[in-house]
C-alpha cells in the first residue's frame, strides 16, 4: 500500500507540480490555460525548469518542440540546461501541421511562404491563408503569459527577469528547438536580438526552386556567432544535403564546414557552428535519427543506460563562445592580438562591419576610439 502511495504522488507530482526525482532542481508541468483562459487550444502543459543550487547566469533557455510533438517529449535538454545554471522552458505551442507540408500543398511557388507562415504563429499576424493564428496563442504571447504566470506561481526563482511589463526581454534568451520548432527558434533569432540560436534537425526547403525559402538567408538581427545547428546524417525525414545547403543559407557554416561529433578529435569540435551526428537511436526508438540528436526516447545512451551520448554536444551547444579577441592597453594605444580570421568590428554588438585586412597585433591610438568599441572574428 505504502509504495503503490509512493508511486501515485510521484505521478501526480510530475503531472501537476514539481518532480522530486531531483532533490535539487525545481521542475514544473502547467498548462497554457492555466496562464491565460482564453487559450484553448494546443493546450497540452509547459515545462519548465530551475536549479537554484547552481549559480544562475540570467539566461533562459527557451525550447520549441517539432511537429506534432509536445514538450513533454523533450525534458532533459531543459533540465540539462538547467544543470548549466540556466532557467529554462519548453514551451508548447502552434504546431499542429508541418510548415514545409502546408506550403507545398497550399502556396508550392511562393518563395515566401514558409516565412509568412512561420511569422504568423510567432506573432499571430494574418500572413499566410493555410494558418490561423491568433494574437492569443502566438509564441510571443504564450511566452509572455507562461512567464508571468511561473513569476506570479514562484515568485522568488527569477522567471521576472526575462521581462518587462508586456515585453519579453528577448536578449536574454537562448532559443532552441526541434525540427519546425528549429525553424521557429531560428526565425525568431532572424528577427529578435536574442543571446542565442539553436537549431535540432530542421530546414524549410522550397520544392519549385530546389533550394532554401527566402527567409533563411535573410538579414539577421542575432549575430551570426551566436547560431548553432546539430542534424542527423541519416535522418529519415530531411535529406542531410539538403540541410548543408540551408546550414549555408542560415550562414552557420561561416566557421567551416559540419564536424561530425563522435568522431572529432576536439573537445570544442573545432570551434564549428555546424555539427552533425551518426549515431544509431536508442533502441526503443532504433529508426528515430530525426529524434535521435534531442528527443527523449530517442537520444543514445552511456553506459550507465541514463546520460544521453550527446551531452558534451548539448553543453557546448549552449555554451561556446567565438574565440575572444585579446586586448592590450597602453597609455596611448589599444593593441589587438588575435588568430588568423577575419576582423569585425561594432559599437552596439548588432551591426558587425568587417575591418580593411590586418595581421595581429592591430594597434589603435586611444584618443580615435569611441568610449565603447568592440571586436570579433568571424572566422576562427
Given at each position: 500500500?505504502?509504495?503503490?502511495?509512493?508511486?501515485?504522488?510521484?505521478?501526480v507530482?510530475?503531472?501537476f507540480?514539481?518532480?522530486?526525482?531531483?532533490?535539487v532542481?525545481?521542475?514544473?508541468?502547467?498548462?497554457?490555460?492555466?496562464?491565460?483562459?482564453?487559450?484553448?487550444?494546443?493546450?497540452?502543459?509547459?515545462?519548465?525548469?530551475?536549479?537554484?543550487?547552481v549559480?544562475?547566469?540570467?539566461?533562459?533557455?527557451?525550447?520549441?518542440?517539432?511537429?506534432?510533438?509536445?514538450?513533454?517529449?523533450?525534458?532533459?535538454?531543459?533540465?540539462n540546461?538547467?544543470s548549466l545554471?540556466?532557467?529554462?522552458l519548453?514551451?508548447?505551442?502552434?504546431?499542429?501541421?508541418a510548415?514545409?507540408?502546408?506550403?507545398?500543398?497550399?502556396?508550392?511557388?511562393?518563395a515566401n511562404?514558409?516565412?509568412?507562415?512561420r511569422?504568423?504563429?510567432?506573432?499571430g499576424?494574418?500572413?499566410v491563408?493555410f494558418?490561423?493564428?491568433?494574437?492569443?496563442?502566438?509564441?510571443q504571447?504564450?511566452?509572455?503569459k507562461?512567464?508571468q504566470?511561473?513569476?506570479?506561481t514562484y515568485?522568488?526563482?527569477?522567471?521576472?527577469?526575462?521581462?518587462?511589463?508586456s515585453?519579453?526581454?528577448?536578449?536574454?534568451l537562448?532559443?532552441?528547438?526541434?525540427?519546425?520548432?528549429?525553424?521557429?527558434?531560428?526565425?525568431?533569432?532572424k528577427?529578435?536580438v536574442?543571446d542565442r540560436?539553436?537549431?535540432f534537425?530542421?530546414?524549410?526547403?522550397?520544392?519549385?526552386?530546389?533550394?532554401?525559402?527566402?527567409?533563411?538567408?535573410?538579414?539577421?538581427?542575432?549575430?551570426?556567432?551566436?547560431?548553432?545547428?546539430?542534424?542527423?546524417?541519416?535522418?529519415?525525414?530531411?535529406?542531410?544535403?539538403e540541410?548543408?545547403?540551408s546550414?549555408?543559407?542560415?550562414?552557420?557554416?561561416r566557421?567551416?564546414?559540419?564536424?561530425?561529433v563522435?568522431?572529432s578529435?576536439?573537445?570544442?569540435?573545432?570551434?564549428?557552428h555546424f555539427?552533425?551526428?551518426?549515431?544509431?537511436?536508442?533502441?526503443a526508438?532504433?529508426?528515430?535519427?530525426?529524434?535521435c540528436?534531442?528527443?527523449?526516447?530517442?537520444?543514445?545512451?552511456?553506459?550507465?543506460?541514463?546520460?544521453?551520448?550527446?551531452?558534451?554536444v548539448?553543453?557546448?551547444l549552449?555554451?561556446?563562445?567565438?574565440?575572444?579577441?585579446?586586448?592590450?592597453?597602453?597609455?596611448?594605444?589599444?593593441?589587438?592580438?588575435?588568430s588568423?580570421g577575419?576582423?569585425?568590428?561594432?559599437?552596439?554588438?548588432?551591426?558587425?562591419t568587417?575591418?580593411?585586412?590586418?595581421?595581429s597585433p592591430?594597434?589603435?591610438?586611444?584618443?580615435?576610439?569611441?568610449?565603447r568599441?568592440?571586436?570579433?572574428?568571424?572566422?576562427?
Amino acid at each position: 500500500m505504502k509504495r503503490t502511495l509512493a508511486l501515485l504522488t510521484a505521478l501526480v507530482l510530475a503531472i501537476f507540480g514539481e518532480s522530486t526525482a531531483s532533490a535539487v532542481q525545481q521542475r514544473v508541468f502547467f498548462a497554457p490555460s492555466a496562464t491565460d483562459p482564453a487559450i484553448t487550444q494546443f493546450n497540452n502543459n509547459h515545462y519548465a525548469v530551475v536549479d537554484p543550487a547552481v549559480t544562475s547566469r540570467g539566461r533562459l533557455v527557451l525550447f520549441l518542440p517539432g511537429t506534432g510533438a509536445i514538450p513533454f517529449h523533450y525534458r532533459e535538454f531543459p533540465q540539462n540546461a538547467a544543470s548549466l545554471g540556466f532557467h529554462a522552458l519548453g514551451l508548447m505551442y502552434a504546431n499542429g501541421s508541418a510548415i514545409n507540408a502546408l506550403c507545398a500543398q497550399n502556396a508550392p511557388l511562393d518563395a515566401n511562404a514558409a516565412g509568412n507562415a512561420r511569422l504568423e504563429v510567432i506573432d499571430g499576424t494574418d500572413r499566410v491563408s493555410f494558418l490561423s493564428v491568433d494574437s492569443i496563442n502566438c509564441i510571443q504571447s504564450r511566452l509572455l503569459k507562461a512567464l508571468q504566470y511561473l513569476h506570479a506561481t514562484y515568485p522568488t526563482r527569477g522567471w521576472n527577469q526575462f521581462y518587462s511589463g508586456s515585453t519579453v526581454l528577448w536578449s536574454k534568451l537562448i532559443v532552441c528547438g526541434h525540427s519546425q520548432g528549429a525553424g521557429m527558434a531560428a526565425m525568431l533569432a532572424k528577427t529578435r536580438v536574442t543571446d542565442r540560436c539553436v537549431m535540432f534537425t530542421d530546414m524549410d526547403w522550397w520544392i519549385a526552386g530546389n533550394r532554401p525559402y527566402n527567409w533563411m538567408s535573410s538579414a539577421s538581427q542575432t549575430p551570426v556567432d551566436r547560431w548553432f545547428f546539430l542534424a542527423h546524417e541519416r535522418d529519415q525525414f530531411l535529406d542531410f544535403t539538403e540541410m548543408q545547403t540551408s546550414a549555408a543559407a542560415l550562414d552557420v557554416t561561416r566557421y567551416g564546414a559540419h564536424v561530425q561529433v563522435e568522431s572529432s578529435t576536439s573537445a570544442s569540435f573545432s570551434g564549428r557552428h555546424f555539427l552533425s551526428t551518426n549515431l544509431d537511436p536508442a533502441p526503443a526508438q532504433s529508426t528515430s535519427y530525426h529524434g535521435c540528436p534531442i528527443v527523449d526516447a530517442a537520444v543514445p545512451r552511456q553506459t550507465d543506460g541514463v546520460t544521453p551520448v550527446l551531452k558534451p554536444v548539448w553543453d557546448y551547444l549552449l555554451l561556446h563562445e567565438t574565440m575572444p579577441i585579446t586586448v592590450e592597453a597602453t597609455a596611448t594605444t589599444i593593441s589587438l592580438l588575435f588568430s588568423p580570421g577575419t576582423l569585425e568590428q561594432s559599437d552596439d554588438l548588432t551591426l558587425w562591419t568587417p575591418q580593411p585586412a590586418a595581421t595581429s597585433p592591430l594597434t589603435l591610438p586611444l584618443s580615435t576610439l569611441p568610449s565603447r568599441r568592440f571586436y570579433r572574428l568571424s572566422t576562427p
